[in-house]
């Protein structure tokens, strides 16, 4: 504000703006293609982010999760068809967490033996995952009883 006050009486007397602000060229394609790829970018990000639960919502009607006597298995077929299995055969002990959400649903992260950080299989949405998580220490954990 001061320095707006500066520059007006400035003008006001003909003195030269020099030190507070420097000429500036009238505003050409330069701004406007300045402005166009600036805001290009906040858009796509804005439209990464808002379409990511589509994105996921579609991935989730496309995976099967599977659980035999010795392995955990993701199945999950792509756009083209084609299938993408991963398996995971738990050590012992077993690390397991589970995130409960409403209705019964939950994920369920199974990491590896040392405890890491990253999750080594994650299984989303799965109904009843109270249910999953027991059938799965009971088949893998020798020290849990099988129910």
Request: aromatic share 8%; glycine share 10%.
């Amino acid at each position: 504000m001061v320095l707006r006050g500066i520059v007006t009486w400035q003008m006001l007397h003909q003195i030269p703006t020099w030190p507070f602000i420097l000429d500036r060229p009238p505003a050409g394609m330069g701004d406007f293609w300045g402005f166009v790829v600036f805001g290009g970018v906040f858009v796509t990000i804005g439209s990464a982010i808002l379409s990511l639960p589509f994105i996921q919502s579609a991935r989730a009607r496309r995976t099967v999760y599977a659980l035999t006597r010795t392995r955990i298995l993701t199945i999950r077929i792509s756009r083209r068809g084609l299938p993408r299995v991963e398996a995971l055969e738990p050590g012992h002990p077993l690390h397991l967490l589970r995130q409960d959400y409403s209705g019964g649903r939950g994920s369920i992260l199974v990491y590896p033996r040392n405890h890491g950080t990253h999750a080594t299989l994650t299984l989303t949405g799965i109904d009843n995952a109270r249910a999953v998580e027991r059938r799965i220490r009971a088949t893998f954990d020798p020290g849990v009883p099988k129910a």
